[in-house]
């Protein structure tokens, strides 16, 4: 009887709904058709408004439908299969095409950026909005927004010739001659630079502008009465900037991880310079590893002929861009419940 009423409720709730967009399409034709001065001119700004949010979605979905229709193949065959999301071997010469591999690399290396580039970027955040002095604000802010500007390819030249000789020539051999830090299982194993920590480390690089910019305004758009009350209260400025202000921006800050993973997840050239493509799971930092934006670029152009080969490299653009909605969705929920706790909206 309960399953009875709530669908009869759900059935009434979608008639609803159907009957205002009815009424309100019947409202536009009649407009269009009758309106003069403002309310016409008002109508068709909405729709000029409205094509191009629309045109956003239907682009959305039509990719994600080519993704999904050029992945078939892959995923009914004898020698795929939904399986190939977990299986760690890759070797289409043997019919082997499991992406498991290149899942483990970029969640790898995206862990290590969001581990180094998030608190940086948040402390970087938190001295420009709280404590950074007038004449160096703008100059500071400017700078950041340039690092945004750089080409990724100049990251990744840089990290090849700096930093990757950085960690085999002085990083590798400090840690794993410390006895403090020589026996940790990240530590292990010998490199010639080209590694998951280079990798990581760039993308932590890469992603600062975003998170620096983000949280900034996220931190700039906390009330200034919020920081004199907090002041007039007794709490010093640091207590001021750590426990009221970063609390009351905290959606913003949230949002601005939560982007700045699918940049972490989407990023190719810079981390193709520096991984060592190496086809294995890393289990060290110092070990190379293979990232699934990687395998498109080098791949794509040999495996296009053959159609499983080809089919599977689709599944794995087909991943990376569930993660990037997913992430997208994530931090607007975020930004959403953070404004409604808050009593925002």
């Not at 045109?55 to 995923?75: Q, R």
């Not at 999301?85 to 690399?105: C, K, M, Q, S, T």
Request: proline fraction near 6%; include cysteine.
């Amino acid at each position: 009887m309960a399953g009875q009423k709530s669908d009869d409720f759900a059935d009434e709730e979608a008639e609803d709904v159907f009957s205002t967009v009815v009424a309100r399409v019947r409202h536009a034709a009649w407009v269009l058709r009758y309106g003069r001065g403002g309310a016409r001119a008002d109508l068709l700004g909405k729709i000029g408004l409205f094509i191009p949010a629309l045109a956003s979605v239907l682009i959305i979905v039509l990719i994600l439908t080519f993704l999904w229709y050029e992945s078939m193949p892959i995923l009914t065959s004898d020698v795929g299969g939904p399986a190939i999301f977990l299986e760690p071997e890759w070797d289409p010469n043997r019919d082997l095409y499991g992406i498991g591999v290149f899942i483990a690399g970029s969640l790898a290396c995206t862990g290590i950026a969001i581990g180094v580039g998030v608190p940086l970027g948040i402390g970087a955040a938190i001295f420009l909005s709280e404590f950074c002095p007038e004449k160096l604000r703008a100059p500071l802010r400017m700078i950041v927004e340039m690092m945004a500007a750089v080409p990724s390819i100049v990251y990744g030249l840089w990290a090849y010739v700096v930093m990757v000789p950085w960690i085999r020539n002085v990083f590798a051999p400090s840690v794993q001659s410390n006895p403090l830090t020589a026996w940790i299982p990240l530590f292990q194993g010998q490199t010639n630079g080209l590694s998951l920590l280079a990798g990581g480390t760039i993308l932590a690089i890469m992603l600062l502008p975003t998170v620096i910019s983000v949280s900034d305004d996220a931190l700039r758009s906390v009330p200034r009465t919020l920081r004199e009350a907090a002041l007039a209260l007794g709490a010093s400025e640091s207590e001021t900037a750590r426990k009221v202000v970063l609390s009351a921006a905290l959606p913003g800050v949230g949002a601005a991880t939560v982007l700045s993973l699918g940049r972490a997840v989407g990023e190719t050239m810079a981390v193709l310079m520096v991984t060592g493509n190496s086809l294995q799971i890393p289990y060290s930092l110092f070990d190379p590893c293979y990232v699934m934006t990687s395998i498109i670029t080098n791949q794509l152009g040999y495996a296009y002929i053959f159609p499983l080969w080809r089919s599977a490299l689709f599944a794995v653009a087909l991943v990376l861009m569930l993660m990037s909605i997913s992430f997208t969705a994530m931090a607007k929920i975020i930004m959403r419940w953070g404004s409604k706790t808050r009593g925002i909206v």
